[in-house]
């Protein structure tokens, strides 16, 4: 058998970790042959593959990024281009020339979406979740968001410091679209005042009292702001008009604009510091590195059972598979009684 491997969407640590465990024991318990596509999903849509043996895989473990390369191609919209062949219809033909008999595709919502459309196209596809949000529906935990909660966690440690040597309030704007796990996680971790995320739309008055109290305790206040979160008042907005291929709004800089409005507003010197592709770099920590391994252990021991049209999914501590379309359906979100935890802490 001939298995096809691809990394999509943002990179993040433990993308290497889960092409390594597939390939070894893809080799070494089944005898499979695999080829790997670059570039995500451009690269079954160009036919652009890159062999993958177990000589290609060696010391790649605690590498970050992905020796396969990632790119946020859609092949969703993608019909006009090649002569007007739908995207899903080039990556089949693709896919049969190639002699690709399985796919295994890791990445987030948008990766994963385009998957569920090829298993119900009649590709036989198998799902491995990664993403540093911790969103995808299915599974308790994606490997990267470990590694980028302790980035993130250890930039706010580091900042504290300083923020009492100058007596600045200091915004930490981390990654978070729709939902603010990392904001959450490493807010928390890192003995944030104040943790903003998209799910709870933010008083700014509320924020500002809160910068005012904690100065007046003689401390610097450090506020943990998720880059997709937003104001109350919706006359404010931290959105661009401009979409990505997957139709995301680009967002335009929350932290920068909160600094603006807490300076503005108590007084204070406020200064924003965005973690931004920081968090998505570099070595992954132990608990990513095991769990992408299982990932992709239990992701080729799902096509060789023939289990195609799942994702493998960490639930408790063991690795099961769902349904792609379950995985996908609706993004897993901050619920309500995990921020009032937090919010119990804040000032």
């Known amino acids: 058998m001939r298995v096809g491997v691809l990394t999509g969407g943002g990179d993040c640590p433990g993308l ?116 540093i949000d911790n969103d995808l529906g299915g599974t308790d935990y994606t490997f990267g968001f470990d590694t980028a909660v302790n980035i993130a966690m250890e930039a706010i440690d580091r900042l504290h410091t300083t923020a009492e040597s100058h007596h600045r309030a200091l915004i930490v704007e981390v990654m978070g679209r729709h939902v603010g796990w990392i904001a959450l996680h490493a807010g928390m971790a890192g003995g944030a005042n104040v943790i903003l995320i998209p799910e709870k739309r933010f008083d700014i008055e509320k924020v500002c009292a809160y910068v005012e109290h904690r100065f007046q305790t003689r401390y610097a206040p450090i506020v943990v702001v998720a880059e997709g979160a937003l104001p109350a008042d919706e006359s404010t907005s931290f959105e661009s008009q401009e979409l990505d291929a997957f139709g995301h709004v680009r967002l335009r800089g929350a932290g920068q604009m909160l600094a603006d409005e807490i300076e503005k507003r108590t007084g204070k010197e406020a200064r924003c510091t965005v973690l931004g592709h920081i968090q998505r770099g570099g070595t992954p920590t132990a608990f990513d590195r095991v769990l992408a391994t299982r990932f992709g252990l239990q992701a080729i021991g799902a096509v060789h059972d023939g289990a195609f049209g799942v994702m493998v999914a960490l639930q408790r501590t063991e690795i099961v598979r769902v349904p792609l379309a379950e995985a996908t359906r609706e993004l897993k979100v901050v619920p309500p009684d995990r921020y009032d935890e937090a919010e119990v802490l804040f000032g």
């Open 16 to 131: 290497n970790a889960v092409i390594r465990a597939i390939v070894r024991r893809g080799v070494k318990e089944f005898g499979y042959e695999f080829i790997g596509f670059r570039d995500g999903w451009r690269g079954p849509l160009e036919g652009d593959t890159v062999p993958l043996d177990v000589q290609a895989v060696r010391g790649i473990l605690p590498l970050g990024g992905t020796i396969l390369g990632s790119s946020r191609t859609n092949p969703l919209a993608d019909a006009a281009a090649s002569g007007g062949r739908p995207g899903i219809t080039r990556i089949k033909d693709n896919l049969d020339s190639l002699g690709v008999d399985a796919l295994i595709a890791i990445g987030g919502e948008d990766t994963l979406g385009v998957a569920t459309r090829l298993h119900e196209a009649g590709v036989k596809m198998v799902g491995v979740p990664k993403t």
